[in-house]
């Protein structure tokens, strides 16, 4: 299977805890983005990295949360001190930037590590 | 501040029939949109795209219509099939760096 894989796919874990999640992209692809769906919305945009380097991270992302992609290939993303409101979809997607330095190309995603804080 | 919005969250159709699902963006920017489908247990699958340089984009039974003026964007899938039933969402982008999502309708194509 040559598609974006995440890991666990489901976590259960007690409020305050810490919680890391694991995105292994397509292997030739230079671009990883995080984003967070909850129920009823759509993926919203937490980070992404190009090779390593973690190039745009938003607003909405807390000091509780980091990411790492230390070999430009797969990506963690720790959440520490979990909070009940953490509680969601947590999606990975690659996306191959281009040669004239311009990505629109599509992002393939991974199916998501479900969390739920209790 | 939704700069992305679907606001048919769900959209029923008969097999054979024309489906359009709808979007609307805020950001004049916006240089590249994107609609993706979704099933249940699964990430999102892209499934077409359009350059704001263009009107219209075609791929088999999916089109993708722009109005820049109108800043709206629609999805028209004909003829419509039982296996296009999916959450559909919208995306827009601005280089290409982040990407903003619509809260997705769900469309259910009745046998």
């Known amino acids: 299977d040559t598609g974006v894989s995440q890991n666990p796919r489901h976590k259960i874990t007690k409020r305050g805890q810490n919680v890391t999640f694991r995105c292994d992209p397509i292997?030739?692809?230079?671009?990883l983005y995080w984003y967070r769906q909850t129920l009823g919305q759509g993926p919203e945009f937490l980070t992404y990295f190009q090779n390593e380097a973690q190039l745009e991270k938003s607003r909405l992302l807390s000091d509780r949360f980091s990411a790492e992609r230390p070999k430009g290939s797969f990506s963690t993303l720790e959440i520490q001190r979990t909070e009940q409101g953490d509680s969601a979809m947590y999606l990975c997607?690659?996306?191959?930037?281009?040669?004239?330095?311009?990505?629109?190309?599509?992002?393939?995603f991974g199916p998501g590590t479900r969390l739920t804080v209790l | 501040d939704q700069q992305v919005k679907q606001n048919s969250p769900s959209l029923s159709v008969q097999e054979g029939r024309i489906s359009i699902l709808n979007c609307d963006y805020t950001?004049?920017?916006?240089?590249?949109f994107l609609w993706y489908k979704k099933y249940p247990a699964e990430g999102p699958t892209f499934l077409i795209s359009?350059?704001?340089?263009?009107d219209k984009n075609e791929d088999g039974r999916f089109t993708v219509f722009l109005n820049k003026s109108a800043k709206h964007l629609s999805l028209h899938i004909v003829p419509s099939q039982p296996g296009d039933s999916a959450v559909y969402f919208c995306a827009a982008t601005l280089t290409g760096n982040q990407f903003y999502f619509g809260t997705g309708t769900s469309l259910t194509v009745i046998p």
């Open positions: 950001n004049s920017m916006f240089d590249y």
């Open positions: 292997s030739e692809h230079n671009r």
């Open positions: 997607a690659s996306s191959l930037l281009g040669d004239e330095g311009r990505t629109y190309n599509e992002q393939f």
């Open positions: 359009i350059s704001s340089i263009k």
